[in-house]
């Protein structure tokens, strides 16, 4: 079973930047494509960005231009640098593999507020 642990959310005032890691566990993680998915409340979790393992990356429209996903295959770390933040973006970061297969854990995911 694979264990992920996000971190490095935080508030930011509007137009700030953060950058979240997410550390893996698993023999597998360098063959996998990994997304960063937020969930802000009362909505539904929506996938953000996602890396292949050869580093290609495709974002949502929301984010394209502001966020940037990569990772560090020896690490089995996934980072999501996020610039110019708006309060929209606020939500609980997760990362997980992708597409997201029935039954998957998730961890616990990190917080990012983005408020003046």
């Known amino acids: 079973q694979v264990q992920l642990v996000e971190s490095g959310g935080g508030l930011v005032q509007p137009g700030g930047s953060l950058r979240l890691s997410c550390a893996a566990s698993?023999?597998?993680?360098?063959?996998?494509?990994m997304g960063w998915y937020r969930q802000a409340p009362g909505k539904q979790r929506e996938l953000v960005a996602r890396?292949?393992?050869?580093?290609?990356?495709i974002y949502a429209d929301s984010v394209q231009g502001r966020f940037t996903i990569s990772r560090d295959n020896a690490k089995k770390t996934v980072y999501l640098r996020m610039n110019s933040l708006k309060p929209e973006d606020t939500a609980v970061y997760y990362c997980?593999?992708?597409?997201?297969?029935?039954?998957?854990?998730w961890g616990q995911g990190t917080q990012v507020t983005v408020s003046s």
């Open positions: 890396i292949t393992d050869g580093g290609i990356t």
């Open positions: 997980n593999v992708h597409p997201i297969a029935p039954g998957i854990s």
């Open positions: 698993g023999s597998l993680f360098s063959f996998v494509v």
